[in-house]
T-cell receptor, first 114, second 112 residues
């Protein structure tokens, strides 16, 4: 069974631009969570989707948005990029958002904002 | 807010020695405790997990213990090998990504 796939692997953007990242979960998984990983802040929760609905959102500005499609694939978008948005963006999938559900991570998208 | 404290932040051991990483959580409703290993250029990989109704779980060279009363859980790696070198994250969860809180990570170096 294929794992979680994130594209692209690397992105270089300049301040003010916008970016869209993609995540394909493990087949059969309906829940997708997004995290921002930086050396100083660790893994910070961005949002969680289940059956095309955003279930939860972390403490990030409105420039960060996402969506989930009927096939469970998810995208996140960051508009008006800032230098501080440089990070590894990780997607994790699980069967559902129920208790004890294992999270499986993709390899991430490394975003550099210049 | 809820948090997970993880210690140490860096750990260096000789090949063959044991390594222990400790975590403390604050949310008493947490009932699932996974551990992840992250190698350079890769996403975190689940290596072992434990549920709140179990005190200890072992998988080959890796074991995890949980003390619910103290809100404390630990990862034990025995007979360490150079390929164990990575960053390890603990987490405490009430379910799903939103309710999963990660520790800050421990960078483990295993010297050959």
């Amino acid at each position: 069974k294929a794992g979680v796939t994130q594209t692209p692997r690397y992105l270089i953007k300049t301040r003010g631009q916008q970016v869209t990242l993609s995540c394909s979960p493990i087949s059969g998984h309906r829940s997708v969570s997004w995290y921002q990983q930086t050396p100083g802040q660790g893994l910070q929760f961005l949002f969680e989707y289940f059956s095309e609905t955003q279930r939860n959102k972390g403490n990030f500005p409105g420039r960060f948005s996402g969506r989930q499609f009927s096939n469970s694939r998810s995208e996140m978008n960051v508009s008006t990029l800032e230098l501080g948005d440089s990070a590894l963006y990780l997607c994790a999938s699980s069967l559902s958002s129920a208790t004890n559900e294992k999270l499986f991570f993709g390899s991430g998208t490394q975003l550099s904002v210049l | 807010g809820e948090n997970v404290e993880q210690h140490p932040s860096t750990l260096s051991v000789q090949e063959g020695d044991s390594a222990v990483i400790k975590c403390t959580y604050s949310d008493s409703a947490s009932n699932y405790f996974p551990w992840y290993k992250q190698e350079l250029g890769k996403g975190p990989q689940l290596i072992i997990d434990i549920r709140s109704n179990v005190g200890e779980k072992k998988d080959q060279r890796i074991a995890v213990t949980l003390n619910k009363t103290a809100k404390h859980f630990s990862l034990h790696i025995t007979e360490t090998q150079p390929e164990d070198s990575a960053v390890y994250f603990c987490a405490a969860s009430r379910g799903g990504g939103f309710k999963t809180i990660f520790g800050a990570g421990t960078r483990l170096f295993v010297k050959a």
